[in-house]
């Protein structure tokens, strides 16, 4: 391999989710330089993962994300917004302001951070066969389970919303909760009461998957039970919430599960170092508009510290 070459930059933006693209917007019309790198091969972040109707981004309601994503693309373009994809965050010099990543070295006077979230992991189910993927959308696919039995783990909004999206087809569903109280808002819970093929487990762990079994399975660690319990389930679909995506950076205060922990400016515990969207934000305050509100509050105070000199 060659050797990485350095580019001075004023902003470099890691992340080209809406918080990303929106930050990369408002350099351009601040008149700043600005480039917005993104780990994968393309924009978005988190769009594709919306199922659901998109009511709650004035002024235009969208049939989903992949339709949002759709204009977003669109607008980035016509707003020639300096984005390069395949390229990944490696690592940040705090002392000498460099950010390594997978293609070059920039040298850099401010950092975005827009990064967002990934999905929280049980080791218990590494490497199992019949984990479904986080991307997996009760809305759009859950009658390719019908007729089927499924663990759901997690005691949150998500979980309940899932566990009765698929009420409607799975021939039973049982959904174990961790800790001894729920996370759902009661309008979840009120509407899972009403079906009769879902169970709630409390204070249950998963151990491990069994699918050597027949019919295969799942072995659950019940509080109060002496001997594990073996469930025979076709399909387990984790819900357990997701965790900031701030490994590449480690020497920034978080809060939580890995959310970065900014001020009023969206400034980091690293003055020139901020921080927009979910990664900041976490779960329970994730949104599209907060997100790009967040992007224009951290790029014009960069410009107004620019401009202090």
């Not at 601040?30 to 993962?49: K, M, N, P, W, Y």
């Not at 293609?103 to 401010?110: A, S, W």
């Not at 690293?270 to 329970?284: C, F, K, L, Q, R």
Request: aromatic share 8%; net charge positive; with cysteine.
């Amino acid at each position: 391999m060659g050797k990485l070459t350095v580019e001075n930059v004023q902003v470099l933006i890691v992340g080209a989710g809406i918080a990303g693209i929106a930050a990369a917007v408002w350099c351009k019309r601040l008149g700043l330089t600005a480039v917005c790198i993104e780990r994968s091969d393309h924009i978005g972040g988190q769009l594709q993962q919306i199922h659901n109707e998109i009511w709650d981004y004035p002024p235009k309601t969208y049939a989903n994300g992949a339709a949002f994503l759709q204009e977003l693309k669109a607008f980035a373009a016509s707003a020639e917004v300096d984005c390069r994809l395949n390229e990944a965050l490696i690592a940040i010099d705090i002392s000498q302001k460099r950010v390594v990543t997978e293609k070059q070295t920039y040298q850099v006077e401010y950092v975005i951070l827009a990064t967002g979230v990934k999905q929280n992991q049980l080791s218990s189910l590494a490497g199992s066969s019949i984990v479904l993927p986080p991307s997996f959308s009760t809305t759009t696919h859950g009658a390719k389970l019908a007729g089927k039995r499924i663990l759901i783990i997690g005691g949150g909004d998500r979980a309940f919303e899932s566990a009765y999206n698929l009420s409607e087809y799975a021939r039973h569903i049982w959904i174990a909760v961790r800790g001894s109280r729920l996370r759902a808002r009661p309008e979840w819970t009120k509407r899972l009461s009403s079906r009769s093929n879902v169970t709630l487990f409390m204070e249950t762990e998963l151990l491990r998957t069994a699918e050597e079994h027949t019919p295969r399975g799942v072995f659950l660690q019940i509080q109060g039970r002496v001997e594990p319990l073996f469930l025979p389930v076709d399909w387990v679909l984790p819900r357990i919430g997701v965790r900031g995506n701030s490994d590449e950076v480690p020497g920034l205060s978080r809060y939580g599960e890995g959310f970065l922990l900014t001020n009023t400016f969206q400034e980091t515990s690293i003055p020139w170092i901020y921080a927009v969207g979910d990664v900041t934000n976490g779960a329970a305050y994730a949104s599209l508009s907060l997100a790009a509100g967040q992007a224009m509050r951290a790029t014009k105070h960069i410009s107004q510290q620019l401009k202090k000199g």
